[in-house]
């Protein structure tokens, strides 16, 4: 398991720095931050109030509190990230804002290729002890940051009388958005780029055969039944689905009146409620052929774009791509995910997190900017630029984005699903249950295996992922 592997990394390279001591050896800055280390070490030397650290004979700012700590000199901090294309030029501009409000603070962006590539390079800097000072970061991954001690405790930050966020602002973050950065009452992370998943449909589709925006499952599915023909001469699949469908199977599950996997660690999604969830999916998919996988396309936006589905379930970040790929050939727009029994929205996307191995004058000018995307005018922003949501409550009633949504209804449907917001339980070995669970469901999704089959051999990935 990777938390038992890290542990042994960490007493191994324990044991090395002692030898390295006792024996006068190496010199040790290596195991700082690697960026920006030498800017903050400088700003270090010249800090003699009450948030100097050990380097002054003193006891260190993080005893003090956050707000002890002056920012007086130029600080440098790294973050890591994987943004590209648009998403990364609105990030910098960000980047660039805050620094024009604190000159002394720095944020150098580095982009590390996909989230895959982000998260095995930050685990490889963890053990080599080279972390940035701050990253963008799924919970999944934070589980098991804050199981190693990895990750800075950002509590006393964000309720730190000088440099924290009153109790009205905090409660202004979507409630969702901080359970997902909350383990043991403790605050690890502030949320950054989140979306959920919504319907898109093609109105003129729609219209042709008069029907609803469908709602509920059932309703989807005499819809996707109707418009999975041919449509002036074009051969049309009524619903689509992401191929990623299949590491969604608590949606389902959820919408259906179950469980998943319980915040306990209980494997639940073997019920009643699971084999209606997959079942619906199988039958759609597989059965009647009236829904199908994105395959070869990778993603749903350019099938959709090129007129070949009706109908598809995918990221409300993906709007701007729809946008392209439509190009003006036909009205659409998004709904709310429809519903069986209960409304449940999975909210994804990542967080943005805080590293121990930097030092307080680093920690601090990241706080600082994990602060400034989430205030109110920057996550508007960044929503309107990017199609993701907007993290905090007030957002959403601010003239700037109802003038924007007025424009833009696409954008709209996302941000009417916090009430049934949902995220991932914060559970050991939850990251390698999805990845297990996702080959099976793929397995009953392609054909290959029934969905009662499917979903026993699902649940016992999902017991092996979670054993200690």
Known sequence: MLQKKLISVFMLCLIMIAVTACGGGANPASTGNA???QTATAANSGNTGAGGNAANGEEGSAEAGPGSITLDQPVTVEFWHAMSGHLEEVLQQLADEFHNQNPNITVKLVAQGSYDDLSQKLMAAAKAKTSPTMSQAYSNWQTEYVANDLIEDLTTYINDAKVGLSAEDQADIVQAFRDDN????KLYGVPFNKSTEVLYYNQDYLDQFKLAVPTTWDEVKTAAAKLTTGINGKKVVGIG????VSGNLATYVKQAGGEYVTD????AFHSPEGEKALGYLYDLIVTTKTGRLAGEDGYMSDPFGRGDVAMYIGSSAGTSFVGSAVNGKFKWSTAPLPKD???????QGTNVI????????QKLAA???GKFLISKESTIQWAKETGYVPVRGSALEDGAWMDFI???????????????AFGEPHLDGYNQLRTDVSKQIDEVLHGQKSFKEGLASAEQAALDSLKP
């Open 35 to 37: 960026a920006g280390n």
């Open 182 to 185: 909350t383990w043991d009452e």
């Open 241 to 244: 689905f992401e191929n990623s």
């Open 264 to 267: 306990g660690g209980q494997v």
């Open 341 to 347: 029994k209960a409304a449940a929205s999975p909210f």
């Open 354 to 361: 805080v590293f121990q191995s930097a030092v307080p004058e």
């Open 367 to 369: 706080w600082e900017f």
């Open 406 to 420: 007025a424009e833009h209804p696409e954008q709209k449907a996302a941000s009417q699903q916090f009430d049934s």
